[in-house]
């Protein structure tokens, strides 16, 4: 969307070293494939609409269960 404004977007994502063990990384999008971005009646995409219903919906689960909550939800809406 920043024409002009990026690097070298054909080397792809950087390699994420030297985390901390609770650091949580989430992609709306598998290695390959492009994130849906939704349409436009909707405010957020598909990946980022899934993460915020389950962090309404379940707002005292952990992150572990949000991940996986919006991870089904994307896949079912995405087929």
């Known amino acids: 969307p920043f024409e002009g404004k990026h690097r070298n977007v054909s080397r ?8 901390p063990p609770s650091t949580y990384i989430a992609f709306a999008a598998g290695a390959g494939q492009t994130a849906g971005d939704g349409n436009t009646k909707e405010r957020n995409g598909v990946f980022t609409g899934a993460f915020l219903k389950s962090l309404e919906e379940n707002p005292s689960d952990e992150l572990d269960m949000i991940f996986r909550k919006t991870r089904f939800d994307v896949l079912k809406k995405t087929k």
């Open 12 to 19: 792809g994502l950087a390699e994420v070293k030297n985390m």
